[in-house]
């Protein structure tokens, strides 16, 4: 059994891909668009003008496979009462996602040594999606 997260940035699906891209290296296994769907989508599921936007994409972050779409395109993502998990290899490459993921977002605990890792912090992206950063003990 396998359980994947599934994002719904509602209209920033492609930027966030970038951005993901750039960060951690991830790697897009399948995007496909809301025009090149073989079904028409139901009436009123997404706004005229975002024909163009991501129906459905999968990107591979490390082991890991992240799913995520535009959504219905309202321009209002709501990533609460979760947040990703990102275990990097050292303490550089703790520091330098966790710089990544902070621009432009907010930090919500500062990176720094804890009792059950020598870097932990935790982060809210510019697409507000929360992640915690660690270096395993």
Not at 15 to 34: N, S, T
Not at 73 to 83: H, I, L, M, R, T
């Amino acid at each position: 059994m396998t359980i994947q997260p599934y994002l719904f940035f509602e209209g920033r699906a492609e930027e966030a891909a970038a951005f993901y891209q750039k960060v951690f290296g991830a790697k897009i296994e399948m995007l496909m668009r809301y025009k090149d769907s073989p079904d028409p989508c139901p009436e009123g599921m997404v706004p005229p003008g975002s024909e163009g936007k991501v129906m459905h994409m999968s990107l591979k972050i490390g082991d890991g496979v992240v799913m995520g779409s535009d959504g219905r395109c309202s321009g209002k993502p709501d990533f609460q009462g979760f947040a990703l998990s990102y275990a990097a290899r050292d303490a550089e490459e703790a520091d330098r996602v966790f710089a990544a993921l902070s621009d432009g977002g907010a930090v919500q605990m500062p990176l720094g040594k804890t009792f059950f890792s020598p870097r932990f912090g935790m982060a809210a992206d510019r697409f507000g999606v929360s992640w915690m950063v660690i270096v395993p003990a």
